[in-house]
């Protein structure tokens, strides 16, 4: 709605998130006036709050810190814990506690349990209906608040994977370019590794420019990673198992473990504390060890050329002809009685960022236009929904080995991202977990209130009579508890998951009227999400599995390893049921490419219809690769900043 | 919401001491000599204020006989006295004691069976950063690490250091 | 099973341990600890009889009223008039002419210790002097260089999210200054920490040496917190004319600057490496107006002025304890002015309000019969942190952080924005300082200062 005058900002950006907040700084840097638009709300002065709503929530979901839009179980507001109904919130979002819900829990609106698996579609052999299991935020900051911190490269194949496999497609950028661009994001973040350790990895295409060092030292390992590390040694696997469909590759690949590159500090840096091994990184890091988006932000603000405005919520990109030419959003608040207020305001700008997460994106870009949509000639906006869906193992080793100490994790395994395989079914890397049985039964919970109760939610409490539970107390109880908890561990499996046009983000909105199904507590449609796995993807599965059991057993641990069936996030493949978890890790959904026909933007995220444009975030990757994808995402951002400001010239 | 007085230095100790056998941890370590947090005091008050005065009055009755018997019984057999730990059907007052080493282990209230209006919820953020289930993982409460860097490299210090009567003769 | 009772023993001379703790738990001495008009340092705590059959509350708030006495003493003695050898003058007293040059105020500042190049600092050497300040500097003169604890110029001290600057209700942003004592500075030395090449070399544990009652000094390290003023508050004051410095910034870009100005002392850490405080003893003040307290704002019962705090606040910016909005810029004033609110943390530690009310009582009293325009008269005392559970001078096993009362502590205008009762994460003196490291991770038995090597 541009009356003729000069915009007063330079660039709007929609999200405080990641690649929000990095653009803004650098754009800031530069002299560019920004607005930034952000749903939520603001980044608050100190951590207390949310801190406090980790250390009361009966469910230590990675939501459960933030602001308490989905209503903590027991807290004062919501002793029942009812979760809020989307439709009555300014900002609702994908929560945990929300997964698996009718629509009036859950903000995606997606399928729910049937108590059945679906059968395979009999010509693509896919798995449609399943849950899309992947979380996010929505407030200053946004999602990478409960980042992990892990802050791994992609290997040179995970960006060709379809000119050397010929599977996906390929990434529009070298691997020279995004080494430069990872060193930019590092430098940001904070990564502490060293690349003398990472080394080793040169056997899967990791290669760092000559004389490359990161901005810390490395983490320490933990002993758990230096117990996995001692186990696997010598193990090899193959890179199919037998009857893999397409072919197979019969070479054996080495297992070993390595440090991984995380963004948290091993010393000082940027005014901020060293790692004390709080084991909290997901959800939130007490003392900023990790760093965050907030970090940056900061740094945006302090150019003295970046506005935020929070409770923001951008509902419609104006565009005329082949521009775009305004935001509308709304403000939202709430009266003295809570009742959800707003206001529509608009605002112009000479380029427009939309940064508001893989899934708002493609909602965004969906609903502008009248929910005609816009930047689409590809069809692809909204396509190509993917995550690391995440497959879990657990097993309890013989002798103690002390999980629930040190950052969630610092190795992993990385020597199995890449090979042949990769023409018949989905990569991995394995993530070592340092917190116990935590994501996996919800430990020490769990297992504690067996041994008091006489229950066995957690399969350790089957030693009594007859294979019955046993209640036990006093010292007993103390003793059989550290004798458990002190050699539980995990390895969580993340795959490198097909892009799928089926896969999808659309409007929940009636296909006759328009009219949406359901909206938030704004009036805005939801996002529907469609999602299911292919055989590429579920054969990764099979293989994560073997190759778990193997290094279960080359350990002399004991596999605890669990899937439910027909409960949300299973599957059955070839007779085997798999529970999978979403990793947090979304992507897809506003592919870039150098073709505008396949593809929404551009290697800069620039769109191909909108020049004044750029989509950014981890919705632009074609094809999910193998690296948890902050850091890549990150990588990009400078890039795109870059292009924005060559643009403002 | 009653407000009654705070309980007796004498009431708290007994429900330390109590609390100390049913966990199997050190009464020196559940009640330490000086005690700013005082989770022995606000643990007593909110059961009280969950399942009644009376109910916890006879709970405190019924570890005072156990722990004056002559010649004594170990806290383990008080506990285990207690929580019933044979029963298949343990009684109201054994459910009590489970939801008591509930607190200390794990900083909520999980309402036993029989309070049917019962509300599961974490007591305090201090009873969280507090609770004493990480220390049987000879650890710390997830996002509360009183350690400092490189910590996770080295095996923790034994299980008594961490409070817990083992039964080797570590604190009593 | 019973918990071993202690039996509190009188006697002149022995003192029976029943466990090997720190805090004597069985002593009682002929001399009850008092607030005392001395330029001696305590070297550490002195400790009270204990009253018989105390409850835990009790036996709390004695022990708390021990440690209190003793930062009362220390405040005293370290700011009591110097004589040429830097320590106490004994012909002087504290306050007998309104104002008085102090003690501490002729301790090394870290920015002298930690120089560029980590070049070898010394104890009485010249003072670093920036360019800019070259042309206003006398001999003498202090210079005031930090904007916040996570200053965003000098990127070394670490706090749980940037805490921001604190700013008056003029627009003139607070200042910092950290100095340390003879002690303590000998020990940076002698280990050669002062620089990063000297911290990576470093093999042993750091472990500044511990003050004794009646012995050796200790480790000290002081905080202090300046405010613009007018001559005409100078009576209220502890003041000093300083050159105000700041360091040119990046971002947010603005050039250096340096001027003369008046400051008052608004508020004093005092953390002291003991015998019974082997995670230090934190003591902090703070001067009288600086902000109501949450029961006066409710009450609405104000002073005519306060330091941080308009009464007569109206429009957008009221909200108190809300961190300054970025740029931060300490060479411009700002339209922002904070409005400070010194919230209770002592829920549960009532005894911290109440023996620190009672000392503050004791020392107006003394510090008054110096003079009753004494500037000192100004200051009270908030409260000690003390370790409850802690052995001499090392940690008890099992328990790093020595179980600190009271649970909370914080200084309205040095921990302004974590003013709270959330666990690792509202202001905790030892919680927060058991994060310390060197530039390397090594722990630096809780203090921040050795980041700065360069």
């Given at each position: 709605?541009?009356?003729?005058?000069?915009?007063q900002?330079?660039v709007v950006?929609v999200?405080a998130?990641?690649?929000?907040?990095?653009?803004?700084k650098?754009?800031?840097v530069?002299g560019?006036?920004?607005?930034?638009?952000e749903?939520?709300?603001?980044?608050?002065?100190?951590?207390?709050?949310?801190m406090n709503?980790?250390?009361?929530?009966?469910?230590?979901?990675p939501?459960s810190?933030?602001?308490?839009?989905?209503?903590?179980?027991?807290?004062?507001?919501?002793p029942?814990g009812?979760?809020?109904?989307?439709?009555?919130?300014p900002t609702?979002r994908a929560t945990v506690?929300?997964?698996g819900?009718?629509?009036?829990?859950?903000?995606?609106v997606?399928?729910?349990?049937t108590?059945?698996?679906?059968?395979?579609?009999?010509?693509?052999?896919?798995i449609?209906?399943l849950?899309?299991?992947?979380?996010?935020?929505?407030n200053?900051?946004?999602?990478?608040?409960?980042?992990?911190?892990t802050s791994?490269?992609?290997?040179?194949?995970?960006?060709?994977?379809?000119?050397?496999?010929?599977?996906?497609?390929d990434?529009?950028?070298?691997?020279?370019?995004?080494?430069?661009?990872?060193a930019?994001?590092e430098?940001?973040?904070?990564?502490?590794?060293?690349?003398?350790?990472?080394?080793p990895?040169?056997?899967v295409?990791?290669?760092y420019p000559?004389?490359?060092q990161?901005?810390?030292g490395?983490?320490?390992t933990?002993?758990v990673d230096?117990?996995?590390?001692g186990?696997v040694?010598?193990?090899?696997?193959p890179?199919?198992?037998?009857?893999?469909?397409?072919?197979?590759?019969?070479?054996?690949y080495?297992?070993?473990?390595?440090?991984t590159?995380?963004?948290?500090?091993?010393?000082?840096?940027?005014?901020?504390?060293v790692c004390?091994?709080?084991?909290?990184?997901?959800?939130?890091?007490?003392?900023?060890?990790?760093?965050d988006?907030t970090v940056?932000?900061g740094k945006?603000?302090?150019?003295?050329?970046?506005?935020?405005?929070?409770?923001?919520?951008?509902?419609?990109?104006?565009?005329?002809?082949?521009?775009?030419?305004?935001?509308?959003?709304?403000?939202?608040s709430?009266d003295?009685?809570?009742?959800?207020q707003?206001v529509s305001?608009?605002?112009t700008?000479?380029?427009?960022?939309?940064?508001?997460?893989?899934?708002?994106?493609a909602k965004?870009l969906?609903?502008?236009?009248n929910?005609?949509?816009?930047?689409?000639?590809?069809?692809q906006?909204?396509r190509?929904?993917m995550?690391?869906?995440?497959?879990l193992?657990w097993?309890?080793?013989?002798q103690?080995?002390?999980g629930?100490?040190?950052?969630?994790?610092?190795?992993?395994?990385?020597s199995?991202?890449?090979?042949?395989?990769?023409?018949y079914?989905?990569?991995?890397?394995?993530?070592?977990?340092?917190e116990?049985?935590?994501?996996?039964?919800?430990?020490?919970?769990?297992?504690a209130?067996d041994f008091i109760?006489g229950?066995?939610?957690s399969n350790l409490?089957?030693g009594g009579?007859?294979?019955?539970?046993?209640r036990?107390?006093?010292?007993?109880?103390a003793?059989?508890?550290n004798?458990?908890?002190t050699r539980?561990?995990?390895?969580?499996?993340?795959?490198?998951?097909?892009?799928?046009?089926?896969?999808?983000?659309?409007?929940?909105?009636?296909p006759?009227?328009?009219k949406?199904?359901?909206?938030?507590g704004?009036?805005?449609?939801?996002p529907?999400?469609?999602?299911g796995?292919d055989?590429?993807t579920m054969e990764?599965?099979?293989?994560?599995?073997?190759?778990?059991?193997?290094?279960?057993?080359?350990?002399?641990?004991?596999e605890?390893?669990?899937?439910?069936?027909?409960?949300?996030?299973?599957?059955?493949?070839?007779?085997?049921?798999?529970?999978?978890?979403?990793?947090?890790?979304?992507?897809g959904?506003h592919?870039m490419g150098?073709?505008?026909y396949?593809?929404v933007?551009?290697?800069?995220?620039?769109?191909?219809?909108?020049?004044?444009?750029?989509v950014?975030g981890?919705?632009?990757?074609?094809?999910?690769c193998t690296?948890?994808p902050?850091?890549?995402l990150m990588?990009?951002?400078?890039?795109?900043?870059d292009?924005?400001i060559a643009?403002?010239k | 919401?009653?407000?009654?007085?705070?309980?007796?230095?004498?009431?708290?100790?007994a429900?330390?001491?109590?609390?100390?056998a049913?966990?199997?941890?050190?009464s020196?370590?559940?009640?330490?000599f000086l005690?700013?947090?005082?989770?022995s005091?606000?643990?007593y008050?909110f059961?009280?204020?969950?399942?009644?005065?009376?109910?916890?009055?006879?709970?405190m009755?019924a570890f005072?006989?156990?722990?004056s018997?002559?010649?004594?019984?170990?806290?383990?057999?008080i506990?285990?006295?207690?929580l019933?730990?044979?029963?298949?059907?343990p009684?109201?007052?054994?459910?009590?004691?489970q939801?008591?080493?509930?607190?200390?282990y794990l900083?909520?209230?999980?309402?036993?069976?029989?309070?049917?209006d019962?509300?599961?919820?974490v007591?305090?953020?201090?009873?969280?950063?507090?609770?004493?289930?990480?220390?049987l993982?000879?650890?710390h409460p997830?996002?509360f690490?009183?350690?400092?860097f490189?910590?996770?490299s080295?095996a923790?210090?034994?299980?008594?250091?961490?409070?817990?009567?083992?039964?080797?003769?570590?604190?009593? | 099973?019973?918990?071993?009772?202690?039996?509190?023993?009188?006697?002149l001379?022995?003192?029976?341990?029943?466990?090997?703790?720190?805090?004597?738990?069985?002593?009682a001495?002929?001399?009850?600890?008092?607030i005392?008009?001395k330029?001696?340092?305590?070297?550490?705590?002195?400790?009270?009889?204990l009253p018989p059959n105390?409850t835990?509350?009790?036996k709390?708030l004695?022990?708390?009223g021990?440690?209190?006495?003793y930062s009362?003493?220390?405040?005293?003695?370290?700011?009591?008039?110097?004589?040429p050898?830097?320590?106490?003058?004994p012909?002087?007293?504290?306050?007998?002419?309104g104002d008085?040059?102090?003690?501490?105020?002729?301790?090394?500042?870290?920015s002298?210790?930690f120089?560029?190049?980590?070049?070898k600092?010394s104890?009485?050497?010249p003072v670093t002097?920036?360019?800019?300040?070259k042309?206003?500097?006398k001999?003498?003169?202090?210079?005031l260089s930090?904007?916040?604890?996570?200053?965003?110029?000098?990127?070394?001290?670490?706090?749980?999210?940037?805490t921001?600057p604190?700013i008056?209700?003029?627009?003139?942003?607070?200042?910092?200054?950290?100095?340390?004592?003879?002690?303590?500075?000998?020990?940076?030395?002698?280990?050669t920490?002062?620089s990063?090449a000297g911290?990576k070399?470093?093999?042993?544990?750091?472990?500044?040496?511990?003050?004794?009652?009646?012995g050796?000094?200790?480790?000290?390290?002081?905080?202090?917190?300046w405010?613009?003023i007018?001559?005409?508050d100078?009576?209220?004051?502890?003041?000093?004319?300083v050159?105000?410095?700041?360091?040119?910034?990046?971002?947010?870009?603005?050039?250096?600057?340096c001027s003369?100005k008046?400051?008052?002392?608004?508020g004093?850490h005092i953390?002291?490496?003991?015998?019974?405080?082997?995670?230090?003893?934190w003591?902090?003040?703070?001067?009288?107006?600086?902000?109501?307290t949450?029961?006066?704002?409710?009450?609405k019962?104000f002073k005519?002025?306060y330091?941080?705090?308009?009464p007569k606040c109206?429009?957008?910016n009221?909200?108190p304890?809300v961190?300054?909005?970025?740029?931060w810029?300490?060479?411009?004033?700002s339209?922002f002015?904070s409005?400070?609110v010194?919230m209770?943390?002592?829920?549960?530690?009532?005894?911290a309000?109440?023996?620190?009310?009672?000392r503050n009582?004791?020392?107006?009293?003394?510090?008054?019969?110096?003079?009753?325009?004494?500037?000192w008269?100004n200051?009270?005392l908030?409260?000690?942190m003390?370790?409850?559970?802690?052995?001499?001078c090392?940690?008890?096993p099992g328990?790093?952080?020595?179980?600190?009362?009271?649970?909370?502590?914080?200084n309205?205008?040095?921990e302004?924005?974590?003013q709270?009762?959330?666990p690792?994460?509202?202001?905790?003196?030892?919680?927060?300082?058991?994060?310390?490291?060197m530039t390397?991770?090594?722990?630096?038995?809780f203090?921040?200062?050795?980041?700065?090597?360069?």
């Amino acid at each position: 709605m541009s009356n003729g005058a000069s915009p007063q900002y330079d660039v709007v950006i929609v999200g405080a998130g990641v690649s929000g907040n990095l653009i803004a700084k650098q754009l800031g840097v530069a002299g560019k006036k920004v607005l930034i638009l952000e749903a939520g709300l603001a980044v608050p002065d100190s951590r207390e709050e949310y801190m406090n709503n980790f250390y009361l929530a009966l469910a230590k979901t990675p939501e459960s810190p933030y602001p308490a839009l989905a209503g903590r179980k027991g807290s004062q507001a919501n002793p029942a814990g009812e979760l809020p109904d989307p439709a009555t919130l300014p900002t609702p979002r994908a929560t945990v506690l929300g997964l698996g819900q009718a629509p009036n829990k859950s903000y995606l609106v997606q399928a729910q349990p049937t108590g059945q698996n679906a059968p395979p579609d009999p010509k693509t052999g896919e798995i449609r209906g399943l849950q899309f299991s992947s979380t996010y935020e929505r407030n200053g900051g946004g999602t990478s608040w409960h980042w992990l911190g892990t802050s791994l490269r992609e290997l040179e194949n995970d960006i060709q994977l379809y000119t050397k496999y010929g599977h996906g497609v390929d990434w529009p950028l070298t691997y020279t370019e995004l080494q430069s661009l990872w060193a930019l994001a590092e430098k940001e973040i904070g990564v502490a590794a060293s690349v003398v350790q990472q080394e080793p990895l040169d056997v899967v295409g990791l290669e760092y420019p000559p004389g490359y060092q990161y901005p810390m030292g490395p983490i320490p390992t933990s002993i758990v990673d230096q117990t996995v590390s001692g186990g696997v040694s010598g193990l090899q696997v193959p890179g199919t198992l037998p009857d893999t469909p397409g072919g197979s590759d019969p070479t054996m690949y080495d297992v070993f473990v390595t440090p991984t590159p995380a963004g948290r500090n091993s010393e000082p840096y940027d005014d901020r504390r060293v790692c004390a091994g709080n084991t909290n990184c997901i959800p939130i890091c007490p003392i900023q060890a990790k760093w965050d988006p907030t970090v940056t932000l900061g740094k945006a603000l302090d150019t003295g050329n970046v506005t935020v405005s929070y409770q923001s919520v951008a509902y419609n990109v104006d565009v005329r002809g082949q521009s775009v030419t305004g935001i509308d959003y709304y403000v939202w608040s709430r009266d003295d009685q809570g009742n959800l207020q707003k206001v529509s305001k608009s605002v112009t700008a000479k380029i427009y960022v939309l940064a508001c997460h893989a899934i708002e994106n493609a909602k965004l870009l969906l609903l502008s236009n009248n929910q005609k949509g816009i930047a689409n000639t590809s069809d692809q906006v909204g396509r190509n929904l993917m995550d690391h869906p995440l497959y879990l193992s657990w097993a309890l080793t013989d002798q103690p080995i002390w999980g629930y100490r040190g950052p969630l994790a610092t190795a992993g395994i990385e020597s199995l991202r890449d090979g042949e395989f990769r023409k018949y079914r989905a990569s991995f890397r394995m993530e070592i977990g340092n917190e116990g049985w935590n994501f996996a039964v919800g430990d020490p919970y769990t297992t504690a209130r067996d041994f008091i109760t006489g229950t066995n939610d957690s399969n350790l409490n089957d030693g009594g009579p007859n294979g019955k539970p046993v209640r036990l107390g006093g010292t007993a109880l103390a003793l059989k508890l550290n004798n458990l908890l002190t050699r539980q561990f995990r390895i969580a499996c993340m795959f490198d998951q097909s892009p799928l046009a089926d896969n999808r983000v659309t409007l929940d909105v009636d296909p006759n009227t328009g009219k949406p199904n359901h909206t938030d507590g704004l009036g805005i449609p939801r996002p529907k999400v469609e999602y299911g796995m292919d055989p590429y993807t579920m054969e990764g599965f099979r293989m994560a599995a073997f190759v778990c059991s193997a290094i279960y057993k080359q350990m002399g641990a004991t596999e605890f390893t669990r899937t439910s069936v027909g409960a949300t996030g299973d599957f059955t493949y070839r007779g085997q049921n798999y529970h999978y978890y979403g990793a947090g890790h979304v992507v897809g959904t506003h592919r870039m490419g150098n073709d505008p026909y396949t593809s929404v933007v551009d290697a800069s995220q620039r769109s191909h219809d909108l020049p004044n444009m750029w989509v950014v975030g981890s919705g632009s990757f074609p094809t999910v690769c193998t690296a948890n994808p902050t850091l890549t995402l990150m990588a990009l951002a400078f890039k795109s900043a870059d292009s924005i400001i060559a643009a403002l010239k | 919401m009653t407000t009654n007085a705070p309980p007796s230095e004498a009431t708290v100790q007994a429900f330390a001491d109590m609390s100390a056998a049913l966990t199997g941890f050190q009464s020196s370590f559940i009640r330490p000599f000086l005690d700013p947090v005082n989770l022995s005091g606000t643990f007593y008050e909110f059961a009280v204020a969950q399942v009644g005065q009376s109910m916890m009055d006879a709970l405190m009755s019924a570890f005072a006989t156990l722990s004056s018997q002559s010649p004594p019984i170990s806290p383990q057999q008080i506990a285990d006295s207690l929580l019933e730990v044979t029963s298949a059907t343990p009684s109201n007052q054994a459910q009590l004691c489970q939801a008591i080493v509930s607190m200390w282990y794990l900083g909520s209230w999980y309402p036993p069976p029989f309070q049917t209006d019962g509300l599961q919820q974490v007591i305090s953020s201090q009873a969280y950063t507090k609770s004493l289930v990480w220390n049987l993982a000879q650890a710390h409460p997830m996002g509360f690490s009183p350690f400092t860097f490189g910590y996770w490299s080295q095996a923790p210090a034994s299980l008594e250091t961490f409070g817990v009567n083992t039964g080797n003769g570590g604190g009593q | 099973m019973k918990k071993i009772v202690t039996i509190i023993v009188l006697t002149l001379v022995a003192v029976t341990m029943i466990v090997m703790s720190a805090i004597p738990t069985t002593m009682a001495t002929d001399n009850k600890p008092a607030i005392v008009l001395k330029s001696q340092i305590p070297g550490d705590a002195q400790f009270g009889p204990l009253p018989p059959n105390a409850t835990n509350e009790q036996k709390l708030l004695a022990i708390q009223g021990d440690f209190d006495i003793y930062s009362w003493n220390t405040f005293i003695a370290l700011n009591w008039p110097p004589g040429p050898d830097g320590n106490g003058d004994p012909n002087k007293t504290i306050g007998q002419y309104g104002d008085n040059d102090t003690v501490w105020e002729h301790y090394r500042d870290v920015s002298d210790i930690f120089l560029a190049g980590g070049k070898k600092p010394s104890w009485n050497g010249p003072v670093t002097v920036p360019t800019q300040c070259k042309a206003s500097y006398k001999p003498g003169m202090r210079i005031l260089s930090q904007v916040g604890k996570t200053p965003t110029v000098l990127t070394d001290f670490s706090q749980p999210f940037n805490t921001g600057p604190l700013i008056d209700q003029n627009g003139n942003y607070t200042r910092y200054e950290i100095l340390v004592n003879k002690p303590m500075f000998d020990y940076i030395l002698q280990n050669t920490l002062y620089s990063k090449a000297g911290q990576k070399v470093f093999s042993g544990t750091v472990k500044f040496p511990c003050g004794v009652l009646n012995g050796a000094e200790g480790a000290i390290m002081v905080k202090s917190s300046w405010k613009v003023i007018s001559a005409a508050d100078k009576n209220r004051f502890h003041t000093q004319t300083v050159l105000v410095y700041s360091p040119a910034s990046q971002n947010p870009k603005y050039p250096a600057s340096c001027s003369t100005k008046l400051m008052g002392l608004v508020g004093l850490h005092i953390g002291h490496k003991t015998n019974s405080g082997a995670q230090w003893l934190w003591s902090t003040f703070e001067h009288v107006d600086n902000a109501p307290t949450e029961a006066d704002v409710a009450n609405k019962k104000f002073k005519s002025q306060y330091n941080y705090y308009n009464p007569k606040c109206s429009g957008q910016n009221c909200t108190p304890n809300v961190v300054p909005p970025r740029p931060w810029n300490p060479t411009k004033v700002s339209t922002f002015h904070s409005q400070v609110v010194r919230m209770n943390m002592f829920k549960g530690n009532e005894f911290a309000f109440e023996s620190a009310a009672a000392r503050n009582s004791d020392a107006l009293k003394l510090l008054l019969g110096v003079n009753q325009n004494s500037v000192w008269q100004n200051y009270e005392l908030i409260s000690t942190m003390w370790p409850t559970n802690t052995g001499q001078c090392m940690a008890t096993p099992g328990d790093p952080l020595g179980t600190p009362a009271p649970n909370f502590l914080a200084n309205t205008t040095l921990e302004t924005y974590i003013q709270g009762m959330v666990p690792n994460v509202s202001s905790n003196c030892i919680e927060c300082h058991n994060n310390a490291t060197m530039t390397t991770p090594v722990p630096s038995d809780f203090t921040y200062i050795l980041q700065r090597a360069q």
